[in-house]
């Protein structure tokens, strides 16, 4: 049986790409592909990594996992859609790199299970809009920490996602992985499916009803906090609604940027050195990229 894992990064529509795939269930069940319910993957991969970090895990805790992945279904390739195996949203960079503890997380668990049995899956996003979008999730568990002080915990300048990537592979490179980028992924989301499960034929695949998750614009992010400054609580369902009412009304925007915080000026280099980062990465060994085609313009 074999494994299949997306481990990252957070915030770069995996909710969406579960969608299409619970979409298309009974089609993957038809191929011997099976995807276990979020939760169910939560706690069986949770006690994995237990395991692995106690340094007590074994080819008993690989059976574990696959067995409770698969729920006793039959079943050639079981796919896992678990972005925390890269580290915590609240804390995405230290020390100029991203995911410190990630990279080994996803080795461990890829040895674990068996390196041939396992295919490792990832999405990049820019760095300029991955740390504001990360920090729409961290303003409604710790409204009292900044954006500064979160985004900053890191010069942005040094977050490369290729030197991730090469931490994952090991120093000969030898672990293959399956990269694409959140900003294409609205075109390509039936190649990337396709890549994920293993579907024979990708345009047998029928999207989910709805668009993707809304998000919060940066400066709807800090006018939260500053809100929750004032009025705070710790209620989850009230936070949430108090969210979506800030995304509602202060809707991301592309290049989005908050001045003397976030600057424009920031932003566009950011998005510079990402765009040199991802022409790296196509060219990494051992490296599979699913990229948006860029077709010549019409004469």
Request: aromatic share 10%; charged share 25%; net charge negative.
């Amino acid at each position: 049986m074999e494994l299949r894992i997306l481990y990252g990064a957070h915030q770069t529509a995996q909710e969406q790409l579960r969608a299409h795939l619970d979409r298309n269930s009974d089609l993957l069940a038809e191929q011997g592909i099976f995807m276990p319910a979020a939760d169910i993957a939560e706690v069986a991969v949770n006690a994995a990594i237990k395991a692995l970090r106690k340094g007590n895990a074994d080819e008993t805790t690989a059976a574990t996992l696959m067995a409770e992945l698969s729920g006793g279904l039959a079943c050639k390739r079981l796919l896992v859609i678990r972005p925390a195996i890269s580290g915590s949203w609240m804390r995405p960079t230290k020390e100029g790199i991203l995911y410190p503890r990630g990279s080994s997380t996803a080795v461990q668990l890829t040895r674990l299970v068996g390196v041939e049995k396992v295919q490792l899956y990832f999405a990049t996003r820019n760095p300029a809009s991955f740390l504001p979008a990360c920090y729409n999730l961290v303003v409604q568990a710790d409204p009292k920490q900044s954006f500064q002080d979160f985004a900053y915990q890191s010069d942005p300048f040094d977050l490369r996602w290729s030197e991730y990537l090469h931490r994952v592979q090991g120093k000969e490179s030898e672990l293959p992985v399956t990269v694409w980028s959140y900003e294409d992924f609205p075109y390509i989301w039936r190649s990337v499916a396709q890549a994920f499960s293993g579907v024979a034929n990708k345009e047998d695949l029928v999207a989910a009803e709805g668009n993707a998750q809304p998000e919060m614009s940066l400066k709807g992010a800090m006018l939260m906090q500053a809100y929750l400054a004032e009025h705070p609580t710790s209620e989850e369902s009230k936070l949430r609604k108090l969210a979506q009412k800030f995304e509602e009304k202060f809707p991301v925007k592309p290049g989005g940027s908050v001045p003397d915080v976030w600057p424009a000026e920031l932003v566009e280099a950011l998005s510079n050195a990402y765009d040199d980062d991802t022409y790296y990465i196509d060219r990494m060994e051992n490296i599979r990229t699913i990229r948006r085609p860029v077709y010549p313009e019409m004469l």
